[in-house]
């Protein structure tokens, strides 16, 4: 297959790329600077030069592709952001999946892919939640983009497009900008959880994440109109997951920081969205697609990225 791919240069994407070309396809990336061209073909991809903001360029830019993969995002990377700086992610999600899936029909392709979030379910207090679940009511002010960018590709499946949406747990690896935000934190002794760091979350390993996505092209045929939740085996507090990493970097376990002062030092609207707890199956991954994650647990998969880090630090 010819598969075009949105955020090729991205932490996820630049996983796919390599793992697509393993597999035998070609991949067009879509590129907006001629920085981005150089990266997509140190990857291996054709780079094609288009706005994803304009419908005409993004349509002639994905011609000749068997598969569109929307795996672009913009996620604010400082450690205080406002709802301004999500704005670009929101246009992403909402602009940017109507452009694509446009692309993808005109086009004839055999299958749309749309990177979501296990967060849009929501706060449910814990609670065991599937595909079946339905999205969260109340979602934080950040994620009500990503409820309307799914609405947008459930339209596109009912007017005749192959979808699938893969629903990601939280992402890490060792050249994630939050990951390494983490590490660098608890290697000074300046890790911290907000609250009690009770809340559950559904960790998913970059890799294991673009594993998902080439397997969601092999059972193409069976995933039309579905939602696929991709995250590890087991669910995990944010305190434990943080204990871990100071364990392994030899550092201080992390310090509670109320959630009303993390309010004001993070912004509202982003610990809204991370404190919130709800507990992820990847059964059907596994049963629809062959998922097997190489990393289970958040135990085997942080342990590994933060040796990583340390040799990237030290080279």
């Given amino acids: 297959m010819r598969v075009f791919v949105a955020g090729a240069t991205g932490v996820l994407g630049r996983c796919v790329v390599p793992r697509l070309l393993a597999k035998g396809h070609g991949v067009v990336a879509l590129a907006r600077s001629e920085a981005n061209e150089r990266r997509i073909r140190d990857l291996g991809g054709e780079p094609r030069r288009a706005d994803l903001f304009h419908l005409d360029e993004v349509t002639d830019a994905a011609s000749g592709c068997d598969a569109v993969l929307h795996l672009a995002t913009a996620i604010p990377t400082k450690a205080r952001s406002t709802r301004a700086d999500w704005a670009l992610n929101d246009r992403i999600r909402r602009e940017g999946t109507r452009n694509l899936v446009h692309a993808a029909a005109q086009n004839g392709a055999e299958l749309y892919v ?15 939640v599937d595909e079946a679940s339905p999205i969260g009511e109340r979602l934080a002010p950040i994620l009500e983009s990503a409820r309307d960018m799914e ?13 699938v949406i893969l629903r990601f747990g939280s992402f890490y690896s060792h050249d994630a900008a939050h990951t390494r935000m983490a590490f660098e934190m608890a290697r000074k002794n300046q890790s911290v959880v907000i609250g009690r760091g ?4 559904n960790p998913i390993h970059v890799d294991d994440a673009a594993a998902a996505i080439v397997l969601a092209l092999d059972k193409r045929a069976t995933l039309r109109g579905d939602v696929v939740n991709i995250c590890d085996d087991e669910p995990a507090t944010a305190r434990s997951i943080a204990e871990l990493i100071a364990e392994e970097l030899n550092a201080r376990g992390p310090r509670n920081v109320p959630t009303f002062l993390a ?14 707890s709800v507990r992820c199956s990847n059964r059907k991954a596994k049963e629809r697609l062959g998922f097997r994650p190489t990393y289970p647990t958040y135990r085997e998969g942080y342990r590994a990225e933060v040796q990583r880090w340390l040799q990237s630090a030290s080279a």
Avoid: K, P
């Avoid at 749309?114 to 065991?128: A, H, N, T």
């Avoid at 009770?198 to 979350?201: A, D, E, I, L, P």
């Avoid at 309010?263 to 919130?276: D, E, I, Q, Y």
């Fill in 114 to 128: 749309q990177q979501s979030v296990i967060f849009v379910y929501g706060d449910r207090l814990g609670e065991q």
């Fill in 151 to 163: 609405e947008i590709v459930q339209s596109a499946s009912r007017d005749g497009l192959a979808t």
């Fill in 198 to 201: 009770t809340n559950y979350t």
């Fill in 263 to 276: 309010r004001l030092l993070l912004g509202s609207h982003l610990v809204s969205a991370v404190t919130a």
